[in-house]
């Protein structure tokens, strides 16, 4: 059986991967594919790429007590991800008005929302920093 540490360090790893990858595919669609972000979407980088800096630092240092400061960005993230991808899905239902150029009901990849990557992304980091918060408790 893994010892505490070492379960943590994977957690943390794993939550630091799938925050850079979401900050990289960001990048990806907006600087290569040149999809223009919207207003939610920039809300909810402002919550995802300093998770790819918190967590690689945290893991670099092995501080497991990271996990606070990461959860709330992802919970806050996921909830703008939440409203972001209702918005796309039901846009009569909601009133939010996203500043051109680009309406938040713009949707670049119909068979995989945008929005829906990051809220994945999200529950994933929130999901690791739950069981690290165990981890560390223990």
Not at 13 to 24: E, K
Request: hydrophobic share 55%.
């Amino acid at each position: 059986m893994l010892g505490a540490m070492k379960r943590g360090t994977l957690l943390l790893a794993f939550a630091w991967v799938v925050a850079l990858v979401a900050t990289l595919g960001s990048l990806y669609y907006s600087e290569v594919r040149l999809f223009l972000p919207c207003e939610l979407c920039w809300y909810q980088r402002i919550f995802m790429y300093p998770q790819a800096v918190l967590l690689g630092m945290a893991l670099w240092r092995q501080d497991l007590r990271v996990w606070p400061y990461a959860l709330t960005l992802s919970l806050i993230g996921g909830g703008l991800s939440t409203l972001h991808l209702m918005q796309q899905k039901f846009p009569n239902l909601f009133t939010l008005a996203c500043k051109p150029p680009v309406p938040c009901t713009v949707e670049y990849i119909p068979q995989f929302p945008i929005p829906l990557q990051a809220l994945i992304a999200f529950l994933l980091i929130a999901f690791s920093m739950g069981l690290l918060a165990r981890e560390v408790r223990r």
